[in-house]
């Protein structure tokens, strides 16, 4: 079974702090991990995956398989990245490239 | 950039009737998708469809749902006989297809159900 775990509703930080959003997983194969964003009034949009391991809007993500973990960090948060944060898994095994996700984080950024 | 279209985006209808939501997926997409989300809770996926076919359903995906593909361009998903509690956002979804599993699903804005 997938499970996908996103342990903070909320996190709010200040402008020009550090952001961390956490996010672990269960899945006994191959996964592939994908971060979405939703902000206020727009669809979920992908952020990053794991396969690109790519830098967007200055967010990283590194698949930790040890660990199970996927989390997010960006060393210096813009007001613009408050929003809601979604991890997401899919995996080779996994029929349908079927997306399973966490509950999602809403990142608040303060001036 | 191509875009994921969904209509409408608010539905309201009375518990036992049918529903039919509708969605453009991309173009040159060969995967469609519908999740949902009932209110404080998770995105949940539904079905997954591909080549004329669904390729896989979740539990959630009972009798009461069905999709089609009615033309080129259209993703229909239809709820037969709604309840109380298939009131949610429903999110179409279509990703290319080429990658799979790894391959980026894009997103409709989502059409809000409200089952009264």
């Known amino acids: 079974a997938q499970r996908v775990t996103q342990p903070e509703k909320l996190l709010s930080v200040f402008k020009g702090a550090p952001v961390e959003l956490k996010c672990n997983y269960s899945y006994s194969g191959s996964p592939e991990l994908f971060w979405y964003v939703q902000y206020s009034r727009q669809r979920l949009q992908l952020l990053l995956r794991h396969i690109s391991r790519e830098s967007i809007k200055g967010f990283t993500a590194d698949l930790n398989k040890g660990e199970t973990s996927f989390h997010l960090k960006k060393p210096f948060a813009q007001e613009e990245d408050s929003a809601m944060y979604y991890c997401a898994l899919s995996g080779l095994e996994a029929a349908g490239n079927k997306l399973t996700f966490g509950g999602g984080t809403r990142v608040l950024v303060k001036p | 950039e191509p875009e994921v279209t969904q209509t409408p985006s608010h539905q309201v209808t009375q518990m036992g009737q049918e529903v039919i939501l509708r969605c453009v997926p991309i173009?040159?997409?060969?995967?469609f998708y519908w999740y949902r989300q009932i209110l404080g809770q998770k995105v949940e996926f539904l079905v997954s469809f591909y080549n004329n076919e669904i390729s896989e359903k979740s539990e959630i995906f009972d009798d009461q749902f069905s999709v089609e593909r009615p033309d080129g361009s259209n993703f229909t998903l239809k709820i037969r006989s709604t309840k109380l509690e298939d009131s949610a956002m429903y999110f179409c979804a279509s990703s290319e297809g080429s990658g799979g599993f790894t391959d980026t699903q894009y997103f409709g804005p989502g059409t809000r159900l409200t089952v009264l």
């Open positions: 173009s040159n997409h060969l995967y």
